[in-house]
């Protein structure tokens, strides 16, 4: 209930917009917290801050992704558990390898949505990857994400970032993770 000046608000009254207002506070800060996590991603891979990066996700986390290679979309690659995400982020095939290890940019917290519940959540963004080829930006690759986070004391973790590139069939799945009910 909100207070004005027209009516006196009773004890009652005020401990519930109190509660109110803490509760809408704790989404939001768990929000900003999220978006957090998903901006570090970046940073760490964009760096090469390996260790911190694998930290970001929950023992058993998962990185599912259609990289678009060989086929149209390409075979899926699933990371799962913390041995094999830091094999995939120190892979000098992947990840490490010249000409992209320390020289990319991956973007992807634009046209996120990020939906709370408890101690889970669920985040839909875009994602871009970008890279330095001989002194030029070049588009490595684009994308769709769906974030899994769960609640680890007071920090989030990923346990889930499932990707398919740009015009996957599986594109408007991934992003209903978000949808309204």
């Keep these: 209930m909100p207070i004005n000046d027209d009516s006196p608000a ?7 917009t109190v509660a109110s207002l803490e509760a809408r506070l704790a989404t939001l ?3 900003r917290a999220i978006l957090a996590v ?3 991603y970046a940073y760490y891979a964009d760096s090469g801050l390996d260790e911190k990066w694998v930290d970001l996700f929950t023992e058993d986390g998962v990185i599912d992704m259609a990289t678009g290679g060989g086929d149209a979309y390409g075979a899926g690659l699933v990371f799962t558990g913390r041995a ?31 939906k709370i519940d408890g101690d889970t959540a669920v985040a839909t963004t875009y ?12 588009v490595s690759g684009g994308g769709i ?5 769960e609640r680890h004391g007071s920090e989030w973790k990923m346990s889930l970032r ?3 590139q740009v015009g996957h069939p599986a594109t408007a799945e991934v992003l209903s993770a978000t ?3």
Excluded: C
């Design 179 to 181: 949808e309204e009910e």
């Design 84 to 114: 094999a995400l830091e094999s995939f982020i120190t892979d000098p095939l992947g990840h490490h390898r010249p000409g992209f290890y320390r020289q990319s940019m991956h973007a992807h917290t634009n046209n996120s949505i990020v």
């Design 145 to 149: 994400n769906e974030w899994m986070f």
């Design 38 to 40: 998903l901006s570090r």
């Design 10 to 16: 009773t004890l009652d009254e005020l401990r519930t």
């Design 29 to 31: 800060e768990d929000e």
């Design 162 to 164: 499932r990707r398919r």
């Design 127 to 138: 994602s871009l990857l970008l890279k330095d080829s001989d002194g030029q930006m070049e």
